[in-house]
């Protein structure tokens, strides 16, 4: 099994900075992917960043050269710097992992957490 446990997140005005990390603990060597997504609220759930299986990063438009996506394999920990906040960033934030067993490959979530934006 794989768990993932976000936090980091909070209030901030806008032009702020937040640092979100997800922890994954558990069968880990079986995660082949990791993502950040996010909801607003009112509105579906869109990826914000992720890795690809090759090791590269993918980002949304709207967060392109103002969010970073990083990792620390030593601690099992993924990381989200979030930099020049906008209101339009409020929502919850989730960790996603693709856990691989056999032929299955699981989509796990964590269990998100807010992130507010004031102007």
């Known amino acids: 099994q794989v768990q993932l446990v976000e936090s980091g997140g909070g209030l901030v005005q806008a032009g702020g900075s937040l640092r979100l990390s997800c922890a994954a603990s558990g069968s880990i060597f079986s995660i082949n992917y990791m993502g950040w997504y996010r909801q607003a609220p009112g509105k579906q759930r869109e990826l914000v960043a992720s890795?690809?299986?090759?090791?590269?990063?993918v980002y949304a438009d709207s967060v392109k050269g103002r969010f970073t996506i990083s990792r620390d394999n030593t601690k099992n920990t993924m990381y989200l710097q979030m930099n020049s906040l906008k209101p339009e960033d409020t929502g919850v934030y989730y960790c996603?992992?693709?856990?691989?067993?056999?032929?299955?490959?699981?989509?796990?979530w964590g269990q998100g957490t807010q992130v507010t934006v004031s102007s």
């Open positions: 890795f690809t299986s090759g090791g590269s990063t």
């Open positions: 996603k992992a693709h856990k691989v067993s056999g032929t299955i490959t699981y989509q796990l």
